[in-house]
């Protein structure tokens, strides 16, 4: 019975793409380390972009939220649990974006699966950025849409394909148009050229999905992210990176709001987020809208890191806190891991299926508890790593 759990394990150690958790905690004392079996290690495998993890106000926010409106939001959003919490959430995360309505998910996989999957309708085409989130490609295929993936941020294919679907008369052809794209790419660190993609789905009748995991707090004079650019028809963001607590955002229009709650079947069927919890992202995210130092310590330190790298080290373009190093293969890549570790530096291997194959990476994320010393450190070691690597 169920023999291919041992078979497919076996074959996920002989391709070096065995995945273990670790037991690890940050370090209150030095947010720029996590502590893992007793040793501290300076991390560059947080998303916790702008540092604001153990931040003192959001930590009384939460207090404050239990205390006044409750630990567990007792019901699904349609049934007990739509709190004031919540909605005052809503109407902070609005006026920030400049968007209608809003409304709250457990989680961002949870938000972009929900919500792709209840637009999927049958007579639906929607197109994704091929390097787009396991959460959007399980939503879109698992609703009735027809999905197909362009290029990663090939917009001269996707615009091939917007306006041979536009221009075709055939009634098979489906009718309402997504375009899913990811702001800041969670593995590459690169950007998609939002202003582009929103024009584009204007002009084709289609509507533009932008999932701004990790742009939110980290891009935008206010922190908004990759939306601040321009008008995106719909927003998701998740709370569990730079706004440091947990649960997720989509903020759109207000027919697709009332949609949502019809019909978002993550939504209906699920215990609404803690209120604390609630209270306390919007006390993060008012500390985000006003501490654009943050924002800016990121851009810094990641030019000095850009700057002080040697050409031995291949990381990709990036404008973001995201910069990925390309190892290639996951045994080399699991190697550098090791020893990185070994010089006190925490930073996570990359593999398939998480990124293609022979693309394996070490995806450094800098923070804004990082400083120049933790920079040069690690651009000492990883001279050093590549250089073991290369012997
Ligand atoms: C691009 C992107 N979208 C969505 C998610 C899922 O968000 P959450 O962690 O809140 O489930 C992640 C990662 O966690 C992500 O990297």
Redesign the pocket.
Known sequence: MFDFLTQRLKTQKELHRFRQRTLSTTNVERPNYIDVDGKSYLNFSSNDYLGLNNHIKIKQALQEGANKYGLCSTGSSLITGYNYAHQALEATICNWLNKPKCLLFN???AA?SGVLHALGDKHCQFYLDKLS?A?LIDGAFGSNAKVKRFLHNDLAQLTQWLNKSSNTTDNQTAQDSLIVS?GVF?MDGDQADVKQLAQLAKQNNALLYL?D??SIGVLGEKGQGSCAQTNVDIVMA?F?KAIATSG?FVACDETLFEYLVNFARHYIYSTAISPAMAWATKASIELIQQEQWRREKIIELSQLFIKKLSNSVEVLPSDSSIHAIIIGSEEKTLQASQLLKKQGIWLTAIRPPTVAHNKSRLRVTICANHNAKDIIYLVDSLHKTIETLND
Do not use: I, K
Request: glycine share 14%.
């Open positions: 989680s961002g996989f972009n989130h959460s990811e969670s999932d995991a990790h998740t569990g997720a």
